[in-house]
């Protein structure tokens, strides 16, 4: 039973009109308009107060109030609480001495302060029978109060009745109070551990409704034939490698294999850390696609990364009809008509292979590096192109578990931990962003052992307090002119291609840049970097530009520069593994820092928490699947699952 929201005791045409503009139009949406927060009253004893903890306290006034007007005004009295006198001052409470005398006995909450044994009140109350904890619903027009009495009108009337939503089978596997049980406790809690309990039951029907929503919505594999490979070719390449693959390496590929024997596309997220070797993963499942006979398209969002993959590819396997094709390309013609007729089977690029004017003959793997950096249509419209739309996206900026089950659940996930062994180390240092002469002197230093040096700035031009480049360009110009070079995203890709490459010939080159480098950039003689302000950018763009030096033979150093004493950056110095890192900033900043990643539209939760509760999404994730692919045969399931989508 609901019952519209005028029909309850209490509820006028004012009332009604501001609970209707709150989207409260019937007496189940007020059950439902839980507490924004809780006010605690819980008397505490004497013994028992903190310094500069809010308390509550009952006493005996037991002094005249003294009022002292400066820039507001302030109030004093005595308080009486188990023959101990404490100091009580409020402000701008000009009622304060019609209401209470001496003698009166009052409640008091605020904040403790030991050493003057006194207490500046929030709240002074002559109620001594105020609940312990009052709902606060920071309804705009209506007192807390009078909503109370609002609610407490419709369960005393039976006004509203309030069903399970999750089916009852998971209500007792996981614990869960009915839902009507729920939202009396969120409205009349008589504890802290009441209102826990309500928002521990709503934060798994949180869980399962979105991981249901998740799962109705995914978009069903495409149907193919397996992949005939031909596995002895693919191993006959992997032993003419120059290096052993890590064991990370080799469970990665043999997932990729598994997904060419199946009868549906292939669709997979390779995440790895810097350096970890996902590329050469890719190249691998490369072999297998080009061994059955189908051209594969290797995407990079940038110029100087494509360029960079292309090169690696041709160096390993140069006996691979391989290309690059860029909107610069000089034959670029060429390049598009050796595409449509076959004869290129390994084609990489940027965003252009995704351009109808790019035509394949038998285009099977997709590869996407960064994929986040292409718009979806991008990548859709590549993907569309082949003929078996199997895609392999590679990215170095790890997905935190939580996140990857809720979000990332019709991406098959391969994690590569494990870093080559040839891989060298790279120590992380804080320096003050005004030490510039010590700046100087470590470039110097550098280029006497000669090795490159990076700079990376957080603008082009100058602009509030911050670094940018071309000011950096001005400060090192007259020191190291013949060895300066700028990169940044207003040059024209030709420009920066060619800049780029003459640093990279420049033995004692320093390459002064926003963060155009971030990704996948294999600088093999840069082993110095540094940071300015690095407090202004996220944890994944400092480990993945942290990942550009120390490719080499030789270790690197990295130098946050910055004047703010950040937990953030402590927290990279000491820590290199960029798994913890995304965990570390999904906890610090919250899962919105990964929103250019998730395709949901995500709004947020509010009472799931992304952070803590993975072993709650991960043992309801089964569950929730079998509710899915059944939901026809729940149809009040099916009802409430429809309203959540719309």
Same mark, same amino acid.
């Given at each position: 039973?609901?019952?519209?929201?005028? $029909?309850?005791?209490?509820?006028?045409?004012?009332?009604?009109?501001?609970?209707?503009?709150?989207?409260?139009?019937?007496?189940?949406?007020?059950?439902?308009?839980?507490?924004?927060?809780?006010?605690?009253?819980?008397?505490?004893?004497?013994?028992?107060?903190?310094?500069?903890?809010?308390?509550?306290?009952?006493?005996?006034?037991?002094?005249?109030?003294?009022?002292?007007?400066?820039?507001?005004?302030?109030?004093?009295?005595?308080?009486?609480?188990?023959?101990?006198?404490?100091?009580?001052?409020?402000? =701008?409470?000009?009622?304060?001495?019609? !209401?209470?005398?001496?003698?009166?006995?009052?409640?008091?909450?605020?904040?403790?302060?030991?050493?003057?044994?006194?207490?500046?009140?929030?709240?002074?109350?002559?109620?001594?029978?105020?609940?312990?904890?009052?709902?606060?619903?920071?309804?705009?027009?209506?007192?807390?109060?009078?909503?109370?009495?609002?609610?407490?009108?419709?369960?005393?009337?039976?006004?509203?009745?309030?069903?399970?939503?999750?089916?009852?089978?998971?209500?007792?596997?996981?614990?869960?109070?009915?839902?009507?049980?729920?939202? @009396?406790?969120?409205?009349?809690?008589?504890? =802290?551990?009441? *209102?826990?309990?309500?928002?521990?039951?709503?934060?798994?029907?949180?869980?399962?409704?979105?991981?249901?929503?998740?799962?109705?919505?995914?978009?069903?594999?495409?149907?193919?034939?397996? +992949?005939?490979?031909?596995?002895?070719?693919? /191993?006959?390449?992997?032993?003419?490698?120059?290096?052993?693959?890590?064991?990370?390496?080799?469970?990665?590929?043999?997932?990729?294999?598994?997904?060419?024997?199946?009868?549906?596309?292939?669709?997979?997220?390779?995440?790895?850390?810097?350096?970890?070797?996902?590329?050469?993963?890719?190249?691998?499942?490369?072999?297998?696609? $080009?061994?059955?006979?189908?051209?594969?398209?290797?995407?990079?969002?940038?110029? *100087?990364?494509?360029?960079?993959?292309?090169? !690696?590819?041709?160096?390993?396997?140069?006996?691979?009809?391989?290309?690059? #094709?860029?909107?610069?390309?000089?034959?670029?013609?060429?390049?598009?008509?050796?595409?449509?007729?076959?004869?290129?089977?390994?084609?990489?690029?940027?965003?252009?292979?995704?351009?109808?004017?790019?035509?394949?003959?038998?285009?099977?793997?997709?590869?996407?590096?960064?994929?986040?950096?292409?718009?979806?249509?991008?990548?859709?419209?590549?993907?569309?192109?082949?003929?078996?739309?199997?895609?392999?996206?590679?990215?170095?900026?790890?997905?935190?578990?939580?996140?990857? $089950?809720?979000?990332?659940?019709?991406?098959?996930?391969?994690?590569?931990?494990?870093?080559?062994?040839?891989?060298?180390?790279?120590?992380?240092?804080?320096?003050?962003?005004?030490?510039?002469? #010590?700046?100087?002197?470590?470039?110097?230093?550098?280029?006497?052992?000669?090795? @490159?040096?990076?700079?990376?700035?957080? @603008?082009?031009?100058?602009?509030?307090?911050?670094?940018?480049?071309?000011? &950096? %360009?001005?400060?090192?110009?007259?020191?190291?002119?013949?060895? &300066?070079?700028?990169?940044?995203?207003?040059?024209?890709?030709?420009?920066?291609?060619?800049?780029?490459?003459?640093?990279?010939?420049?033995?004692?080159?320093?390459?002064?840049?926003?963060?155009?480098?971030?990704?996948?950039?294999? #600088?093999?003689?840069?082993?110095?970097?540094?940071?300015?302000?690095?407090?202004?950018?996220?944890?994944?763009?400092?480990? @993945?530009?942290?990942?550009?030096?120390?490719?080499? !033979?030789?270790?690197?150093?990295?130098?946050?520069?910055?004047?703010?004493?950040?937990?953030?950056?402590?927290?990279?110095?000491?820590?290199?593994?960029?798994?913890?890192?995304?965990? %570390?900033?999904?906890?610090?900043?919250?899962?919105? +820092?990964?929103?250019?990643?998730?395709?949901?539209?995500?709004?947020?939760?509010?009472?799931?928490?992304?952070?803590?509760?993975?072993? &709650?999404?991960?043992?309801?994730?089964?569950?929730?699947? %079998?509710?899915?692919?059944?939901?026809?045969?729940?149809?009040?399931?099916? /009802?409430?699952?429809?309203?959540?989508?719309?």
């Amino acid at each position: 039973m609901i019952k519209s929201i005028e $029909l309850v005791k209490g509820v006028g045409p004012k009332i009604k009109s501001i609970l209707n503009q709150e989207g409260i139009y019937s007496t189940y949406d007020l059950i439902l308009y839980v507490p924004k927060n809780y006010e605690n009253f819980s008397v505490q004893s004497i013994h028992d107060l903190q310094h500069d903890k809010v308390v509550t306290i009952k006493g005996i006034v037991s002094s005249n109030i003294e009022n002292i007007k400066k820039k507001v005004l302030m109030s004093k009295f005595k308080l009486n609480v188990e023959k101990n006198e404490i100091t009580v001052i409020t402000f =701008n409470r000009r009622y304060l001495q019609k !209401s209470i005398s001496i003698g009166k006995e009052i409640l008091v909450k605020g904040k403790y302060n030991v050493f003057k044994n006194e207490i500046v009140a929030s709240n002074i109350t002559t109620i001594i029978d105020t609940p312990e904890i009052k709902p606060i619903y920071g309804i705009l027009g209506i007192p807390d109060s009078k909503i109370h009495a609002i609610i407490e009108e419709i369960y005393k009337e039976k006004l509203v009745d309030i069903y399970n939503l999750v089916p009852d089978e998971l209500i007792h596997k996981y614990h869960m109070l009915d839902r009507s049980k729920v939202y @009396q406790l969120l409205h009349f809690p008589k504890s =802290n551990h009441d *209102i826990f309990l309500a928002r521990e039951t709503l934060k798994k029907e949180e869980a399962f409704f979105h991981l249901l929503k998740y799962n109705i919505e995914r978009i069903p594999r495409y149907k193919r034939d397996p +992949i005939p490979y031909d596995i002895n070719l693919v /191993k006959s390449y992997i032993e003419k490698l120059p290096f052993e693959l890590t064991h990370d390496q080799k469970h990665a590929t043999n997932d990729i294999f598994k997904d060419f024997k199946f009868n549906q596309q292939m669709y997979r997220l390779i995440q790895g850390d810097v350096g970890s070797g996902k590329t050469m993963v890719s190249f691998i499942a490369a072999l297998g696609a $080009l061994s059955a006979g189908y051209q594969v398209a290797f995407m990079a969002p940038t110029e *100087i990364l494509i360029q960079q993959h292309y090169e !690696s590819f041709k160096e390993i396997f140069n006996d691979i009809n391989t290309a690059c #094709l860029t909107s610069n390309s000089k034959n670029k013609e060429d390049i598009i008509e050796n595409v449509k007729n076959g004869s290129i089977k390994m084609i990489f690029g940027t965003h252009i292979l995704s351009n109808p004017v790019v035509e394949y003959k038998k285009l099977g793997l997709v590869i996407i590096d960064e994929q986040h950096k292409f718009g979806v249509e991008q990548r859709e419209n590549l993907i569309k192109k082949s003929l078996t739309k199997d895609t392999i996206y590679l990215t170095a900026t790890p997905i935190p578990r939580s996140l990857a $089950l809720t979000f990332f659940n019709e991406l098959d996930i391969s994690s590569i931990k494990e870093k080559p062994s040839e891989r060298k180390s790279v120590l992380t240092k804080i320096i003050h962003r005004n030490d510039f002469d #010590l700046i100087m002197n470590l470039i110097k230093e550098n280029q006497a052992l000669l090795n @490159q040096t990076l700079i990376v700035a957080p @603008q082009i031009e100058k602009s509030e307090n911050l670094y940018s480049v071309l000011e &950096l %360009y001005e400060k090192f110009k007259d020191e190291f002119n013949d060895h &300066l070079y700028v990169v940044h995203g207003k040059l024209h890709d030709d420009e920066i291609q060619r800049t780029f490459n003459d640093f990279i010939k420049d033995e004692k080159g320093i390459l002064i840049s926003t963060t155009i480098i971030e990704v996948g950039m294999n #600088l093999k003689d840069a082993t110095l970097l540094f940071i300015m302000d690095a407090h202004q950018f996220g944890l994944s763009t400092l480990h @993945q530009l942290r990942g550009r030096i120390g490719r080499g !033979s030789k270790s690197g150093i990295c130098y946050l520069v910055s004047d703010k004493d950040s937990e953030r950056l402590q927290y990279l110095k000491d820590n290199y593994d960029g798994f913890k890192l995304s965990e %570390y900033d999904l906890k610090l900043r919250g899962p919105g +820092i990964f929103s250019n990643m998730i395709q949901t539209g995500f709004q947020g939760f509010k009472y799931l928490d992304l952070t803590n509760d993975f072993n &709650l999404l991960k043992s309801m994730h089964e569950d929730v699947l %079998y509710y899915a692919q059944n939901i026809e045969k729940f149809p009040r399931l099916k /009802k409430e699952i429809t309203y959540k989508m719309v």
